[in-house]
């Protein structure tokens, strides 16, 4: 086990992550839980101290406990972890200096070309690094030596090889640390960890802590179909079996297919209780004459918390409410709450249920990232088809569907959106594309078809690529694929006669239209 005392950095999760991807096992502890009673109880082989927001020459600002320098186990310390141990150990950190953000450069301090765990850095003179401290280590403790030097950490990199103690300002975590990850690995293997712990050795360990925090209470969870709910409902039916019961809200504005897909492989492949709420025409009448985009989304919001609640209420004695919710949801919830952003769209999601139901939250997936979660569903056996599956907003079709909504459109799209999926399966593109749809425009055109006149409705293709939905760049498709999917579209679906490509990147534009 390797240990991260937690001093309360926004990246400390990301140490977390490397380690994974390092194949160790690690524990994050929050630095106030971190006693001598913890470290005798789980015998970390190796420390990691992360960053924090406080300043050591605050009095009273967090410390480690002195037990953990005495373990005689290699610790690394990260920004506020690096000044916490020169305090602890008899050096000396001042405030008041230039504050450094961003991107660093640490040169090797004379005599020094970078080994034990700086082993292989500085093959280019220098390493770029990512800083974010007011304060500064001023003065070593006693063992310690400078390794390497920048503009404003002159003892950037430090190291008391003897007791094998490291400590660095930047932070090796973050990708804007170009070999953070080899020091971090570097910092393993001196460690004597042999990377041998898996995606499936996570799965037991949550499957544990999930019957721990659960006990012997019911549990709902709100399943969308979607990649994050989905594994959330498998892994914690792993843990709890049927004391677990899954509530599917239908409202109508899935895709073809989509609602039976996923009724048949939760309740007939995985046998997990399932309720299928079709509320679809609940749904649809609340949203008529609406073309409001806020107002469509806050009226399926408010209606989806409605039904929801209706169904939990029926199943008696449920104490928890499960949801897929990500590391990546965890720090914007965190480093966003109360900011002076503004709305762009009202996300749906089921925030605020719980309080309101009584409910206490699971969170399985809490500590991971998307490709996680992707890896976690393919050790729970989830069809790689379906893990692989692009995006889908809660509000559904209804935000693909500017303008009023009607039954008809919404036919019309789905038949659109299946041709287009289709058509980007047969050419392979799928798994290079973010996200791709159809949205269907509130415009009738005029065609020609045979020798007939036709008078139906124009569509937009989008497709983007992204790596976490926040910025998205349209995809370059060739037109000869354009051409094709044109063709398909006016042939293979009654209601559309006309066929156009977003090319709007995000910003300016969104991924979804509305
Ligand atoms: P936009 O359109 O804001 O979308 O560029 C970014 C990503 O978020 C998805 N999206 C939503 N997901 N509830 C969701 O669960 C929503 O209300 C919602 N709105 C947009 C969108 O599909 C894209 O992946």
Redesign the pocket.
């Known amino acids: 086990l390797l240990l991260v005392v937690d001093f309360g950095s926004q990246v400390t999760q990301l140490i977390a992550r490397r380690l994974r991807e390092l194949n160790v096992y690690c524990e994050i502890h929050p630095y106030q839980k971190v006693t001598e009673a913890l470290l005798a109880e789980r015998a970390p082989q190796a420390v990691i101290l992360s960053g924090g927001p406080d300043s050591v020459t605050r009095p009273g600002s967090p410390r480690a406990p002195e037990a953990l320098f005495a373990m005689g186990v290699p610790v690394l310390g990260i920004c506020y972890g690096q000044q916490v141990m020169m305090v602890q150990l008899g050096g000396a950190v001042e405030g008041g200096h230039h504050a450094e953000f961003g991107r660093a450069f640490v040169e090797p301090a004379p005599g020094h070309k970078g080994d034990g765990i700086f082993h292989g850095l500085f093959a280019a003179g220098r390493e770029e690094v990512w800083m974010s401290h007011g304060d500064r280590v001023t003065r070593l403790a006693p063992g310690f030596e400078v390794i390497g030097t920048s503009g404003g950490a002159p003892l950037a990199m430090v190291a008391d090889p003897a007791r094998h103690f490291y400590a660095v300002q930047f932070h090796p975590e973050v990708h804007h640390t170009p070999n953070g990850r080899k020091l971090l690995e570097n910092f393993v293997r001196l460690a004597g960890f042999s990377g041998d712990w898996t995606m499936g050795a996570y799965r037991a360990e949550a499957v544990a802590r999930i019957r721990e925090q659960v006990g012997d209470a019911k549990v709902i969870c709100g399943l969308s179909g979607g990649v994050d709910s989905s594994v959330a409902a498998v892994l914690i039916h792993e843990a709890i079996g049927d004391q677990l019961t899954c509530v599917f809200v239908d409202h109508g504005l899935l895709r073809l297919g989509e609602a039976e897909e996923v009724v048949t492989m939760f309740r007939d492949h995985y046998n997990i209780p399932l309720i299928h709420a079709d509320e679809s025409e609940r749904f649809l009448s609340a949203l008529e004459g609406i073309s409001d985009p806020e107002t469509k989304?806050k009226t399926i919001g408010r209606l989806f918390i409605d039904v929801f609640q209706h169904y939990a209420d029926g199943i008696e004695g449920a104490a928890f409410l499960a949801q897929g919710t990500l590391y990546p949801d965890v720090i914007e919830s965190v480093s966003f709450s109360g900011g002076p952003s503004v709305t762009?769209?009202?996300?749906?999601?089921v925030g605020g249920l719980p309080e309101k139901m009584g409910l206490k939250l699971v969170e399985p997936l809490r500590e991971l990232f998307k490709d996680e979660v992707r890896a976690l569903g393919r050790e729970l056996g989830l069809p790689p088809s379906f893990i692989g599956r692009h995006?889908?907003?809660?509000?559904g079709l209804a935000?693909r569907c500017p303008g009023e909504i009607t039954r008809e459109k919404l036919e019309i799209l789905r038949r659109a959106d299946a041709v287009f999926i289709d058509q980007i399966r047969k050419h392979g593109l799928y798994d290079e594309i973010w996200?791709a749809f159809v949205a269907i425009l509130p415009v009738r055109t005029v065609g020609v078809m045979g020798d007939g006149r036709t008078y139906d409705f124009a569509c937009a293709l989008r497709a983007v690529t992204s790596v976490d939905?926040m910025t998205?760049d349209y995809y370059p498709f060739s037109h000869e694929f354009l051409s094709e999917t044109a063709t398909r579209l006016v042939g293979e679906v009654r209601g559309i006669n006309r066929v156009t490509y977003d090319i709007t990147s995000?910003p300016p534009g969104?991924?979804?239209w509305e």
């Open positions: 989304r762009i769209k009202s996300h749906h999601n995006p889908f907003p809660g509000p935000i996200q939905g998205a995000k969104t991924i979804e």
